[in-house]
């Protein structure tokens, strides 16, 4: 396992080019599943591990799959006989439960493993089965998979929001099994995220009709059993840009610019981050595709809340907390989206921050000065905030398990260093004869 050796202090500055979006083309991969013809996507952020990892399922599925070095990956389905998504695969990946409602609309039956993915609290899968039920599914839980079966699959009207509001990958799931089946499905309740629309998009690429995407009633038409020349034909799409990427990326400018300019993102889609910013101190620059921000040594403490999109998003709770340290007094976060996802509050500790947490609130004391540390990453975005810590922290941060960070950033360690970031890639054998040497 790598580690990321960070000398903390320099300055960040110049331009960093962001990648397509990690949860973006997640789903839209599994989607492949649905179509006859080659799915032709560009923009992949193809050096992500659930990537590759997705692709990987994908093969047992009966998809072959050619990536390119520039990011674009081809896919076809050739073997439609599996439909079985199995344990040792799905277990490492939240995203691989949307192969269920492909599966089920194009080959009637989807055995998929309950799904695991980054260890953020809780992480039902209720509101899924939920919308392909009411599509029409039986589904039951058995030795750990999720067994659906439908010979015909019909559109219906399904409620998909639950107590923590609605769910992104359910919407996702819920909209690809909509495909085949007979008539129409109104998804109600359902989740607004720009990669909502992005799985949309692809549908409609596929030609498929898709109303109402970006709000909380989507509309899709149903083709009916996709089977010989009822099939999907052969499309192309591009993934857009990653907008969590983005504001991690402006984060880490606030926090240790300089001044840097994220490159090739939508800034629309960071309106709740940009909003946080101006109120805390943080100057940014919005251009058509670039945002542009200077970095502050203080700001002014807030209390904010992680909620459903178009509000601050959970994904960029840990980095958030990060550049809150640096208040001048005390900031309340409370993430509303998954209340026990604050992993990084004890490691931030390390580092010498002042923050700890009751119940679903995270409180921090800004000023507290931060010096390096040996610390451990635990999950992606709490990965993120501790990297972030160590741009600033005084000496030398060690930030282990960083394959956490692999899922879902491609190539920080250089994209940082183009900024001027002092941040190398280590085997883990090398820091542990390092701390041998500490010992002696
Ligand atoms: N929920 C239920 N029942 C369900 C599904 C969700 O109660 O059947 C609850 C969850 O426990 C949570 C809330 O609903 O409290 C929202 O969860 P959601 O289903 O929207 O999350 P997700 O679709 O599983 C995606 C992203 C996450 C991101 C969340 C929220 C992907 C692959 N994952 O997860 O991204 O945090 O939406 O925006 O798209 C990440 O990239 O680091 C990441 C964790």
């Given at each position: 396992m790598d580690i990321f050796r960070i000398h903390g202090g320099n300055r960040l500055n110049g331009s960093v080019k962001v990648s397509g979006s990690k949860n973006g083309a997640l789903p839209i991969l599994f989607a492949s599943l649905l179509c006859d013809g080659e799915v032709t996507l560009q923009n992949v952020p193809i050096a992500l591990r659930d990537i590759g990892m997705s692709l990987r399922i994908l093969e047992t599925l009966g998809v072959e799959s050619e990536v390119a070095e520039d990011g674009s990956v081809s896919l076809q389905v050739t073997d439609s006989g599996n439909t079985r998504a199995d344990y040792k695969q799905v277990s490492q990946m939240r995203a691989s439960i949307c192969s269920l409602g492909p599966l089920l609309a194009r080959r009637g039956e989807a055995i998929v493993s309950l799904p695991g993915g980054c260890n953020i609290g809780d992480r039902p899968i209720d509101l899924h089965i939920h919308g392909m039920e009411a599509l029409g599914a039986k589904v039951t839980i058995e030795n750990g998979y999720v067994m659906a079966r439908a010979s015909h699959l019909r559109g219906s009207t399904v409620y998909l929001s639950g107590p923590?509001?609605?769910?992104?990958?359910?919407?996702?799931?819920?909209?690809?099994?909509?495909?085949g089946a007979d008539g129409d499905t109104v998804i109600e309740g359902a989740a607004c995220e720009p990669e909502v629309r992005a799985t949309a998009g692809f549908l409609r690429a596929m030609?498929?009709?898709?109303?109402?995407?970006?709000?909380?009633?989507?509309?899709?038409?149903?083709q009916g059993r996709l089977e010989g020349a009822g099939c999907l034909g052969a499309t192309s799409f591009d993934v857009p840009p990653d907008r969590i990427e983005t504001g991690t990326y402006v984060l880490a400018g606030a926090i240790a610019g300089g001044e840097v300019t994220v490159e090739g993102c939508i800034p629309s889609e960071n309106s709740a981050l940009l909003n946080l910013l101006e109120r805390i101190g943080v100057s940014v620059e919005v251009g058509e595709k670039t945002l542009t921000v200077r970095g502050v040594d203080t700001v002014t403490p807030v209390d904010v809340s992680m909620l459903p999109y178009p509000a601050f998003p959970t994904d960029l709770q840990g980095p958030l907390m990060a550049l809150l340290c640096r208040g001048t007094g005390v900031s309340l976060i409370t993430d509303k989206v998954f209340p026990d996802r604050f992993n990084h509050l004890s490691e931030l500790r390390?580092?010498?921050a002042k923050v700890r947490k009751e119940g679903p609130i995270a409180i921090i004391e800004g000023g507290a000065p931060l010096s390096g540390a040996k610390v451990m990453a635990s999950d992606l975005r709490a990965s993120a905030c501790l990297v972030l810590a160590g741009l600033v922290a005084d000496g030398i941060t060690d930030v282990n398990r960083i394959y956490h960070l692999d899922r879902g950033y491609e190539r920080m360690e250089e994209k940082l260093r183009g900024l001027g970031a002092e941040v190398e890639r280590l085997p883990e054998q090398v820091v542990e004869q390092d701390l041998d040497l500490e010992l002696v």
């Open positions: 923590m509001g609605p769910t992104v990958l359910g919407t996702q799931n819920v909209m690809m099994a909509a495909v030609g498929v009709k898709v109303e109402g995407d970006g709000t909380h009633e989507i509309h899709i038409e149903g390390r580092f010498g």
